[in-house]
């Protein structure tokens, strides 16, 4: 089983779980053993499922406006547990193949595993989401038709993210390429880089 695989097998899994209660209040038993890979990207799909529907609710015009600032505000703390996962899982590729000779040619790709893995969590989110659209009986057949191609297309974007991950991590392990782990240093969510939080309150 090569990598990207082991991801979509996860990756669709816990969403398919996620929506047995569909509840973004739902409790999470992580399947995996802690500390593992597998673990990590259990828990990544879990909380992109719950941000995605988070995002659905925050949408709602009806939305009471305090409500939709706790629901802001779970977002942010959400993204920052997302970005701080992702680096987790770049840590984890870096110490993998810490040891791998690097060629003198060696190039750094424009994106990490972990952040390339990051949208294939997602994209198995609108996978489900796109297939229950494409399942609805309530729906125009213009709507269907529309849908269908829409996922389509995003089968097609996984089956070649998927081969983009693994060809990146071959040629990481045989020396080709190399990679860093950049910090997202998000400035929102630290007192001590916010103005607005730092400074005491907005503007006057």
């Known amino acids: 089983m090569t990598f990207s695989e082991k991801c979509n097998e996860i990756f669709n899994a816990v969403t398919t779980d996620y929506h047995t209660a569909d509840n973004v209040d739902a409790p999470f038993t992580n399947p995996y053993p802690a500390g593992s890979i597998e673990a990590e990207l259990a828990l990544k799909n879990r909380i992109d499922a719950v941000q995605w529907h988070l995002e659905d609710i ?9 409500a939709a600032l706790a629901l802001k505000r779970r977002i942010d703390s959400s993204n920052q547990e997302r970005t701080d996962l992702v680096e987790n899982i770049d840590s984890y590729f870096r110490d993998l193949y810490k040891n791998v000779p ?3 040619n060696a190039t750094i790709n424009t994106e990490s595993p972990a952040w390339a893995i990051d949208r294939l969590s997602i994209l198995a989110l609108k996978i489900y989401h796109m ?3 494409v399942k609805r009986t309530d729906a125009a057949p213009e709507h269907i038709a529309r849908c269908q191609a829409k996922l389509n297309v995003l089968l097609e974007q996984r089956t070649d993210l998927s081969q983009a991950i693994d060809s990146l991590l071959d040629d990481i392990a045989a020396g ?7 910090r997202q240093m998000k400035m929102y969510n630290d007192p001590a880089t916010n103005p607005v939080l730092y400074g005491g309150g907005g503007k006057k």
């Not at 080709?176 to 950049?182: A, D, F, I, L």
């Open 58 to 66: 925050i949408r709602d015009p009806e939305i009471d406006p305090v």
């Open 102 to 104: 690097v060629a003198a």
């Open 131 to 133: 297939e229950q659209e």
């Open 176 to 182: 080709r390429k190399y990679m860093k782990v950049y």
